[in-house]
């Protein structure tokens, strides 16, 4: 697995830069991962009883909303 890593950047005080394996991740590259996620899980679980892409969004959006990945959230979603 990649490291992730951050450091200060320069537009505001708590601003941060973003790496993964030290290649500054940029907004835009952010969000291509964030729907190929979302593309792969509709092609993997497309079975009409399935979620497919919208338990990555729904993962996202409870992720965002506890500003942190909880265990109530790592047993909901099945990880690790």
Known sequence: MGKITYKSGKKHP???????NNYPITFEEWAKLGIAFYMNEDNIYNKPWQKGG???????????????????MKVKYKLK
């Open 14 to 20: 708590k601003d941060k830069i973003f790496f993964i």
């Open 54 to 72: 919208e338990m990555v969004r729904e993962f996202i959006n409870d992720a965002f909303d506890n500003t942190a990945i909880t265990k109530e």
